[in-house]
């Protein structure tokens, strides 16, 4: 037995225990963790290999379009043709795509050539060798999502590129995982834009072995008032599929997607650009959720960047006036899961709906724990809240094992010295399979 399947049959038999356990009476206990966390570590600064030369494509990354293409985006310093070449075997190319080719200037930084294609049609769970610029030296591979459940997604927000990042990708990468959901704040570059270019290798090694689906965060932001426009950086560098699928958003800010044929829709919010009602967002979104088949769409997550709950001190009230703008139509829509950042520290909430638990609201993590620069949000608000289940402010990263379509498994993974260790884990059930939550 493979071992995905071997993978699929240890979910089964967890959510049969699940589903036993789900019979009995809840009990909310609120934790929240004694853990003391390991000291501060070093801020990475990565440059390009000492044997690229201007043609050598870097900071390659992959993103999912549609339920059977993948865009690559990658930069080199000089001219180089926007061609991605790919088989299935390593090697053999006997497919292309040719793409864009676009740079942006910021102050007195200039980018490099930054290049996308469009890949496709793939097959499911394929892994796929490629190349890109016709560039010999490098050969980089991905593994396409499933077209079906199981799906395997890993979260992680405010990811930063410290000595802390890399163990939290290093854990990452160990992890059999077939899409990365990042929650905003990604580079840390906060102006200074080489650091973007440093971001890109340091994520390079995963990023181009799986789709990564990104929003934005306040450090993204990096506007100069009369000089620098919003989300220069980000926008030119993180392409997402904001023009693609049935509810097309107009702006890289803000978008959705389906995977595992359909099982699953992941909504991407923007936090950082009007949301108010009647904004471009608010509108986007109440015709996004009409969309929904709830019979096809078994789970339907969302991601923002400031989190909507939150018994920290740090950011404290900086995610009320969204939640005021758009928390009812994701209950309405009985959205099962919403993962923020911003709070450099782990939480999760029971499932919540205006600040009190409903059994069809959404359950509420924030995840900005990915190892950023800036450190951990080591104060909480005392007592804690009965809605809030479980709290710890250490570096980490969560998974999200959607099994079926009745029961997803979630983990959060500590940082604990070099080693990922579980230390909070729930079982959510579909608010599609549960009666109470869809009367007619």
């Not at 990263?397 to 729930?426: C, F, I, K, S």
Request: glycine residues 8%; aromatic residues 10%.
């Amino acid at each position: 037995m493979g071992k995905k399947n071997s993978m699929a049959a240890a979910l089964a038999l967890l959510v049969l225990a699940a589903s036993a356990l789900s019979s009995l009476p809840t009990v909310c206990l609120a934790v929240t963790s004694p853990y003391v966390r390991p000291r501060a570590r070093a801020t990475l600064s990565l440059t390009a290999h000492a044997d690229a030369d201007g043609q050598t494509p870097q900071q390659v990354h992959v993103s999912a379009v549609g339920p059977d293409q993948m865009r690559v985006t990658w930069i080199t310093d000089d001219d180089a043709p926007a061609t991605v070449e790919y088989g299935t075997a390593p090697g053999q190319y006997p497919f292309s795509a040719t793409g864009n080719t676009t740079a942006y200037s910021y102050i007195i930084y200039h980018s490099g050539n930054i290049h996308d294609a469009v890949v496709g049609p793939l097959k499911p769970s394929t892994t796929y060798y490629y190349r890109c610029s016709s560039d010999p030296s490098r050969e980089f591979s991905f593994r396409t999502p499933p077209s079906g459940l199981p799906f395997n997604f890993v979260i992680a927000g405010d990811l930063g590129q410290t000595e802390w990042t890399n163990s939290t990708l290093q854990h990452i990468a160990a992890a059999d995982y077939d899409m990365l959901l990042l929650p905003g704040d990604l580079s840390y570059a906060d102006l200074d834009q080489p650091r973007w270019d440093s971001y890109g290798r340091l994520v390079e090694p995963l990023a181009s072995a799986r789709p990564w689906m990104v929003t934005q965060g306040n450090h993204e932001v990096e506007k100069i008032p009369l000089i620098e426009h919003p989300f220069k950086a980000y926008n030119a560098r993180w392409r997402m599929p904001y023009d693609a699928g049935a509810s097309p958003s107009g702006s890289n800010l803000f978008y959705s997607f389906d995977v595992a044929g359909g099982a699953v829709h992941v909504i991407m919010l923007g936090s950082y650009t009007d949301y108010d009602t009647g904004s471009a967002q608010h509108s986007w979104l109440q015709g996004d959720l009409a969309r929904i088949d709830r019979g096809k769409a078994s789970f339907v997550v969302a991601l923002v960047h400031a989190p909507w709950y939150n018994s920290n001190e740090a950011h404290q009230g900086e995610g009320d006036a969204m939640r005021d703008a758009m928390e009812a139509l994701l209950y309405g829509a009985r959205v099962d899961a919403v993962f923020a950042g911003h709070v450099h520290a782990y939480e999760r909430f029971a499932r919540v709906y205006g600040g009190k638990e409903d059994q069809c609201g959404p359950v509420y993590v924030t995840i900005g724990d990915g190892g950023n620069r800036e450190g951990l949000a080591e104060k909480y608000i005392d007592p804690q809240p009965s809605t809030s289940v479980y709290r710890e402010a250490s570096f980490g990263h969560g998974r999200l094992q959607v099994a079926n379509a009745t029961h997803a498994l979630w983990t959060w993974h500590r940082n604990d010295d070099n080693e990922p260790v579980v230390t909070d884990q729930v079982w959510i059930t579909s608010l599609a399979s549960n009666p109470a939550c869809n009367k007619k």
